[in-house]
C-alpha cells in the first residue's frame, strides 16, 4: 500500500535550517508530482512547494529563496530544505501525492520556530 512517511522536523531558532524527508512506497515515485503542504496554527492546510517527476519545481511566494524542495527517484525521496526560518513557518509539514486522483498524506512532521 502507499505509504509516506515524514522525517526531519524539530525545533529551531528564526534564521536558522532544518531539512524535512519524506520516504515514499507502495507507488512508482518517479512518475508522480510530489508535494509539501503545510498547516500553520489556526490556518488552513496550504501548498508549500511541489515537484514534477522532470524536476520543475513549483513554489508558493512566501518560501521562495528560503526553502528547496528536490526529489531522489533511485531512494524514494522527497525532501525541503529549509533555510532562514522564521515563526510563522511554524507548522505541521505534510508530504503529499496524488495518484490517479486518489490523495495520500503522510502523517506530518512539526517544525516550531521560536526564539
Known amino acids: 500500500q502507499v505509504q509516506l512517511v515524514e522525517s526531519g522536523g524539530g525545533s529551531v531558532q528564526p534564521g536558522g535550517s532544518l531539512r524535512l524527508s519524506c520516504k515514499a512506497s507502495?507507488?512508482?515515485?518517479?512518475?508522480?508530482?510530489m508535494r509539501w503542504y503545510r498547516q500553520r496554527p489556526g490556518k488552513e492546510r496550504e501548498l508549500v512547494a511541489a515537484?514534477?517527476?522532470?524536476?520543475?519545481?513549483v513554489a508558493v511566494e512566501s518560501v521562495k529563496g528560503r526553502f528547496t524542495i528536490a526529489r531522489d527517484n533511485r531512494e524514494n525521496t522527497v525532501s525541503l530544505q529549509m533555510n532562514n526560518l522564521e515563526a510563522d513557518d511554524t507548522a505541521m509539514y505534510y508530504c503529499?501525492?496524488?495518484?490517479?486522483?486518489?490523495?495520500?498524506w503522510g502523517k506530518g512532521t512539526l517544525v516550531t520556530v521560536s526564539s
Open positions: 503529499y501525492a496524488n495518484l490517479f486522483n486518489d490523495e495520500y
Open positions: 507502495g507507488f512508482t515515485f518517479s512518475s508522480f508530482f
Open positions: 515537484i514534477s517527476p522532470n524536476n520543475h519545481i
